[in-house]
């Protein structure tokens, strides 16, 4: 298995929350190394890798130390679905 070791931004997005800030560290095909700007992430989200991206990896986490967490990426490559939100003026 390669190994990256890299340093990239990264966003944490769970279940009704909101895109948290991590950093992207020690990236390979089946996971990765995060560090979260802010507390630790939930056991399962999607990390994205711009904040304007629609795509984006859902991660486990494997292990857990104070700063960082390791993740292994459940599937491949995901896309959002957009949402269509209506236009209250045409109603």
Same mark, same amino acid.
């Given at each position: 298995?390669?190994? !990256?070791? %890299?340093?990239a931004?990264?966003?944490? !997005?769970?279940?009704? #929350? *909101?895109? #948290? @800030?991590?950093?992207? !560290?020690?990236?390979? !095909? %089946?996971?990765?190394?995060? *560090? =979260? &700007?802010?507390? &630790?992430? =939930? $056991? &399962? +989200? @999607? %990390?994205? +890798?711009? &904040?304007y #991206?629609?795509? +984006?990896? @859902?991660?486990?986490v494997?292990?857990?130390?104070?700063?960082?967490?390791?993740?292994? +990426?459940?599937?491949?490559?995901? @896309? $959002?679905? =957009?949402? %269509?939100?209506? $236009?209250?003026?045409? #109603?």
């Open positions: 298995m390669v190994v !990256k070791e %890299l340093i931004p990264g966003w944490i !997005k769970s279940e009704n #929350a *909101e895109l #948290a @800030r991590c950093w992207v !560290k020690n990236i390979s !095909k %089946l996971g990765a190394t995060i *560090e =979260p &700007q802010c507390g &630790q992430p =939930p $056991d &399962q +989200f @999607r %990390l994205y +890798f711009s &904040q #991206a629609v795509t +984006f990896r @859902r991660c486990e494997e292990w857990r130390k104070e700063n960082s967490v390791g993740v292994k +990426f459940v599937g491949g490559i995901y @896309r $959002d679905i =957009p949402t %269509l939100i209506p $236009d209250a003026t045409l #109603a």
